[in-house]
C-alpha cells in the first residue's frame, strides 16, 4: 500500500496538469479530437496496447453525431489548439474513442473501467469567484464547458494507466482503460458496445465524481440510474399565408404543439416511475405565415427498461396521431438512450471489502437514494453481465462549488488520487475475487 501512495502521490502535480488542460480545452461529444489525441498519446508513452476510433466506435450505432461540416470545423479547432497530428486522424469523423489495454502475462480475469472524456454545452461562468476563471483554466471554448466532472474522469483514467503500469509486475490478468466519447446525452456507449469492446471483460467499473455524494464517501454500486430515450421530431407540413389562405396551409407548430401536451400526459406505468420532457419547441417563420416546419427535442424515462420501452413507443404513436390530426409529415430521429441497470452484487461486495481495507474513506455504501438520471455505461455494464461477468458503478464524494450541469460547477481536485487508489486496488487484488463474497 505504500508502494501506491508513493506512485501516487509523485504523480499528483501530474493529475492536476492534466485535469486543467482537459477543462480548459473542453469539447462536447463526438467533437473530443484535441483531448484524444493527448490521451493516446500519453497512453503510447506508458506502453499500453492501443485500439483507436474506428476499431471501438461502431458507426452505425452512434447516436447523436453533428453534422459533417460541423465535425469538420471542430476537428480543425482542435488542431489549431493544439491536438496532436500524428494522432488525429484515428478520430477523425468523431471517432473520439480509446481503448488502453495492459497483457500482464500472467494469468488472471480481465477487469475494465470506464471513464468518459466529453464536455457539455454549456458556457462556462467568467465570474471572479469562480476558482478556474480566477486561476486560468477556465473553457476557451464558447458553449463547451466540463460542468459535469469528465475532466476529472479523463484524469483519474489516465492516472491509473501510470500507476498501473508501474506496478505491472504485480499485476495478473488483463486490465483494459476505456475513454469514452459522448456520454452526455447519453450517446456513446452503445457504439463501443457494438464494436465490442467489452465482450471479453470479466469484471467492469464505470465511475463517477460527485453527484450529490459527501466528500469522503463511496458508494461502491449506484443503481439510481433510469432507462432513458432521447428524440429529435422534425415536423413538416405546408406553408400558407395565414390571412389570404390560411385553408391552404398544413400547420406544423400545431401538430408540435398537440404532440407537446399529449406527451406530458403518458407518464403512468405500473410497472414504476415514467416520466416525459419536451425540451424545445421550435417552429414557423413568421406571424403571418402558417408553420411549415417544427422541431420538438423530446425524452422519456423509465424505472426499468420495459417501463421506459413502454412510455417511449406511446410517445411515438402520440406524435404520430399528432401529426396526421394536421395532415403533416413526421420524421423521429434517435439521438440518445440508456439503460437501467443493477450492479452484481458480489463484485459491489468485492468494490466495498477492498475500500474499507484501503481506508481512505469515511463512510463506504453499497448504494445511496439520489435523483434519478441516467447513465450510458449502464450498456457496457449489461453487456458484461449477459456475458457472465461482473459491472458495478461506483460514485466518489466530492465537494463542489455548484451542482452538475451549472455554468459554476467545479470539483475538489484531491478526489482524484482517491479514485485512483481504488481503482488501481482492484486491478492489484482481483484475483482474490471469487464470486460469492
Not at 39 to 52: M, N, S
Not at 68 to 86: D, F, H, I
Not at 237 to 244: K, L, Q, R
Not at 373 to 391: I, L, N
Request: aromatic share 6%; net charge negative; glycine share 10%.
Amino acid at each position: 500500500m505504500n508502494t501506491l501512495s508513493d506512485l501516487i502521490s509523485a504523480r499528483l502535480a501530474q493529475l492536476k496538469s492534466w485535469r486543467r488542460e482537459f477543462h480548459h480545452y473542453a469539447e462536447s461529444g463526438w467533437l473530443e479530437f484535441r483531448t484524444a489525441t493527448r490521451v493516446a498519446d500519453e497512453l503510447h508513452k506508458l506502453g499500453y496496447q492501443l485500439q483507436l476510433g474506428r476499431e471501438v466506435i461502431d458507426a452505425d450505432a452512434r447516436m447523436g453525431l453533428p453534422s459533417e461540416t460541423v465535425l469538420k470545423q471542430q476537428e480543425a479547432r482542435a488542431l489549431q489548439q493544439g491536438a496532436l497530428p500524428q494522432w488525429i486522424s484515428h478520430f477523425s469523423g468523431g471517432f473520439c474513442g480509446i481503448v488502453a489495454t495492459l497483457e500482464t502475462g500472467r494469468p488472471g480475469p480481465v477487469i475494465g473501467f470506464r471513464v468518459d472524456m466529453d464536455a457539455l454545452d454549456l458556457n462556462e461562468s467568467q465570474a471572479e469567484d469562480h476558482l478556474p476563471q480566477r486561476e486560468g483554466f477556465a473553457s476557451c471554448n464558447p458553449g463547451m464547458m466540463h460542468a459535469c466532472g469528465h475532466d476529472g474522469h479523463t484524469t483519474i483514467g489516465l492516472g491509473l494507466a501510470s500507476v498501473l503500469m508501474a506496478m505491472k509486475d504485480q499485476l495478473s490478468g488483463t486490465i483494459k482503460i476505456i475513454f469514452q466519447p459522448a456520454e452526455e446525452g447519453v450517446r456513446g456507449a452503445r457504439a463501443m458496445v457494438a464494436a465490442g469492446v467489452v465482450d471479453d471483460v470479466d469484471l467492469f467499473t464505470a465511475i463517477h465524481l460527485g453527484t450529490g455524494v459527501p466528500a469522503g464517501e463511496l458508494v461502491c454500486g449506484s443503481d439510481s440510474f433510469l432507462a432513458t430515450t432521447k428524440l429529435d421530431v422534425n415536423f413538416t407540413g405546408v406553408g400558407a399565408h395565414a390571412g389570404g389562405r390560411p385553408e391552404e396551409g398544413r400547420n406544423a407548430l400545431l401538430a408540435a404543439a398537440q404532440a407537446t401536451l399529449a406527451l406530458h400526459g403518458l407518464t403512468q406505468h405500473s410497472g414504476g416511475v415514467a416520466r416525459v420532457n419536451v425540451g424545445v419547441l421550435q417552429a414557423g417563420t413568421g406571424r403571418n405565415v402558417v408553420p411549415d416546419c417544427a422541431l420538438l427535442k423530446v425524452e422519456t424515462r423509465g424505472v426499468t427498461n420495459q417501463v421506459n420501452d413502454d412510455i417511449y413507443q406511446q410517445a411515438l404513436r402520440v406524435i404520430a396521431g399528432a401529426a396526421a390530426m394536421y395532415g403533416v409529415e413526421h420524421q423521429v430521429t434517435l439521438m440518445g438512450a440508456a439503460r437501467s441497470c443493477t450492479p452484481t452484487q458480489p463484485w459491489v461486495d468485492f468494490i466495498h471489502q477492498q475500500a474499507e481495507a484501503l481506508g481512505v474513506f469515511d463512510s463506504v455504501v453499497d448504494r445511496k437514494a439520489q435523483a434519478a438520471g441516467s447513465e450510458d455505461a449502464t450498456y457496457m455494464m449489461e453487456r458484461v453481465k449477459q456475458r457472465g461477468g461482473q459491472a458495478s458503478y461506483a460514485i466518489f464524494g466530492c465537494d463542489l462549488a455548484a451542482g452538475h450541469h451549472n455554468a459554476k460547477f467545479d470539483f475538489d481536485e484531491q478526489v482524484m488520487p482517491v479514485a485512483i487508489a481504488m481503482l488501481a486496488t482492484l486491478a492489484l487484488n482481483q484475483a482474490q475475487f471469487g464470486g460469492d463474497q
